[in-house]
């Protein structure tokens, strides 16, 4: 057994697992790990390429670390897109998918072509796990990145441990949702896994099981606003609220912080690339952040962040290493402000930057400014062609009242102005009859 199921196993009766209401203990995991580490090493080869198609589920759970056992490189897939599941077991070369029938696995042999990646191949000839995650962008095929699994696990080693109960809401195959995994299994804190995540029936399971800590996306945790359920549901358990997966805008923090003002709320970062970096927040109000962190190096390169980490990928298995310096700097993509006081604040996303004229708008700060107006429940911000300056602002806001785009682009001019420069406010106004974004709860910019 590994390090991680005997630190399993030795949790003895605590709960781990609270899922479809059923209270799973970790001696109950331990179990299932070794149980399912017995089918595996019966029916799928040492070191395959193996894709877990589910997402969090007791079973899931015990798959992934009875995979890591067998020293196979695994490649969660959650998505609920049978085209991108397909997709991602393609790119990785899966040689086998396994499924989840109710309680049972279901192993499936694909149809690959013949050839193993170097990077794969060089982790079977070293005897360790691997871990395939995929970027999330919006256009083009997503990378398919590799970890070294077994080094990854290790990163969570000698953790503290903690009487805390957590909500897991980041998806299976996605960095930070795995991260809250590693994290909660290794500190010994109980895990509840929503079967939906409508952001009601979320809050419920916050009230029933007496949630502490709540890891989400700004975006989710403006729906729990605008559904209104922080104020239908008992929420006084939760100790924190941890953000991030994409900027958040400052006035939406305000917000939160006033919807729930007893809770501490912390910025976590990270990417698919470098793994989780451990940050400290300047306040629950601020969105300033400093990296303290012995694992991971960083640097500012012309306001962009560059990343250096103990837990980076290995590589690509469909693309080149264009993001990575010759001597492994990460460059992000991401914009950063700067306080002279060490420490840095996300701004915004390069690709996200829209230019009018010349001058240089980042979507967030204008999405900060109309969350600050009275009846904007939702906001994105995006560029658009425009043929005398090149591009310009555009903004797609759910209105709390039925209203016309040129009624609400006169409202939102009058509000922007003077609290922004003329460039930045919103030349084009969309009227949303929803909130919008992704599977993994981002923004959907255009």
Known sequence: MSWFSEHIAK????????YSDVCYTYAQLAAQIKGYTAFIKSNVPHGEVVALISDYTIESIALFFALAENKNIIVPVASKMKSEADERIRAANCSYSISIAGKEPVILKNEMPEGVHSLIRDLQHKNRSGLI???????????AMIHDLDNLLDSYKDKKQKELVFLILLMFDHIGGLNTLLTCLSTGVTIVIPGNREPGYVCSLIEKYHVNVLPASPTFLNLILISGSEEKYDLSSLKMITYGTEPMPDNLLLKLKEAFPRVKFLQTFGTSETGISQISSKSSSSNFMKFGDSDTEFKIVDSELWIRSKTQILGYLNSGMEHFTHDGWFRTGDIVEESGDGYIKIIGRNKDIINVGGEKVVPSEVESMLFRMPGVKDCIVYGEFNPITGQMVVAKVLYEETVKASELKKLITTFCTG????????????????????ERFKKKRI
């Not at 949790?11 to 609270?18: D, L, R, S, T």
């Not at 609290?419 to 909130?435: F, G, N």
């Open 11 to 18: 949790k003895g009766e605590k709960i781990a697992v609270i």
């Open 419 to 438: 609290k922004l420069e003329r460039y930045k406010i919103p030349a084009k106004i969309v009227v949303a009859t929803v909130s919008e974004f992704s």
């Open 133 to 143: 995650l995929f970027s999330s962008g919006t256009s083009g095929v997503p990378k």
